[in-house]
């Protein structure tokens, strides 16, 4: 399979606390992208960090890359109630337009 | 710009029966994606088009599955005759000129056939 996996599946802090997820791929990529989607809504866009970059930040999000470990990773800094959803890891390869999405990861912030 | 919208946003129907889904794109995306959400599956990209054109519809799990894009700013998706293995939530989403850029998704629409 090309999907992407990540990693935990779960994760469950304290308000506050830093959340870190992490993407790995198997295709050379031509960038990666991180979605967020609260239960029973669409995905939305948060971030996307190009082949050729290494790390890029968001307000409270970093992104980082690694192109020889194809690997990527989420923090999201001083976590809030808020940021409760689930995050997908997506990467777009080769020479389509296809996007292609791991399973995610299930965030939950405890107030 | 209101999003990208879909309708209808909960469809219950009966095996067999036709279903359709429809989609409106941001204005001024040439890029519009079907994707399915599944708890088995995932997120599964269906088939996209660029200029109102399909371009890959690889995604299209069989024949029961069409999808046309008759203008810039609407699409549908039709199952005939749908089955209770395509309840799932279906995403339409769209991108800018370039195709490589962020994807911008719409609400879905969670389909439940019996």
């Known amino acids: 399979s090309q999907q992407g996996e990540e990693d935990p599946q779960a994760l469950s802090i304290q308000e506050g606390e830093n959340a870190t997820m992490n993407c790995s791929y198997k295709?050379?990529?031509?960038?990666l992208q991180w979605y967020r989607q609260n239960s029973g809504r669409g995905l939305v866009h948060l971030i996307l960090?190009?082949?050729?970059?290494r790390e890029k930040h968001s307000g409270r999000l970093r992104v980082t890359l690694d192109t020889s470990k194809k690997s990527s990773s989420l923090l999201i800094t001083a976590s809030r109630a808020a940021d409760t959803a689930s995050y997908f890891c997506?990467?777009?390869?080769?020479?389509?337009?296809?996007?292609?999405f791991g399973k995610g990861t299930l965030l939950t912030v405890n107030p | 710009d209101a999003g990208v919208i879909q309708s209808p946003r909960h469809e219950v129907t009966e095996m067999g029966q036709e279903v359709t889904l429809r989609c409106k794109p941001i204005s001024g995306h040439d890029y519009l994606f079907w994707y399915r959400q599944t708890m088995m599956r995932g997120l599964e990209l269906l088939i996209y088009f660029n200029n109102n054109v399909p371009i890959d519809d690889s995604g299209m799990p069989e024949d029961r599955f069409s999808a046309k894009m008759p203008n810039a700013s609407f699409s549908t998706l039709k199952i005939q005759p749908s089955e209770p293995r395509d309840s799932a939530v279906y995403f339409c989403?769209?991108?800018?000129?370039?195709?490589?850029?962020?994807?911008?998704f719409g609400p879905g629409t969670r389909l439940l056939v019996l």
């Open positions: 960090i190009r082949s050729n970059e």
């Open positions: 989403a769209s991108s800018l000129r370039q195709g490589r850029e962020t994807q911008y």
């Open positions: 295709t050379s990529i031509n960038n």
């Open positions: 997506a990467y777009l390869g080769g020479s389509n337009y296809k996007l292609t």
